[in-house]
């Protein structure tokens, strides 16, 4: 098993005909599956394959441990973008409307407990 400091462990989940089986998942020099463990004040948070054999995987894991702050947008600015994506279509005025009534609750919602990122 690979730990880093954040606590994703990386480990092998070896399949049925592996010959490096009996050695456990922390056995790491096969072709099996590498998956990936986080943990969170000592709690499993995160269980995931990552979706290669290749101990590549550890900028995989690195990704999972400091996500990337870009990727991740207000409430409130996803529903500016989506009203705005739907006035470039063309969508008629009424049908922008009702998703500007609808998603301006669901911020309001967001905001108020407090998940608005």
Request: aromatic share 8%.
């Amino acid at each position: 098993m690979i730990e880093s400091p954040s606590m994703v462990t990386l480990w092998r989940r070896h399949t049925a005909r592996c010959a490096h089986r009996e050695k456990g998942r922390s056995y790491l020099k096969c072709n099996c599956p590498v998956w990936a463990d986080g943990y969170v004040n000592g709690r499993r948070t995160l269980r995931v394959w990552l979706e290669t054999r290749d101990l590549a995987a550890r900028k995989k894991a690195a990704a999972l441990e400091s996500p990337d702050e870009s990727v991740f947008k207000a409430v409130a600015d996803s529903v500016k973008g989506f009203i705005e994506h739907c006035q470039s279509e063309g969508l008629k005025d009424s049908t922008i409307s009702k998703y500007r009534n609808v998603l301006g609750k669901l911020v309001e919602f967001c905001e108020l407990s407090g998940s608005t990122a």
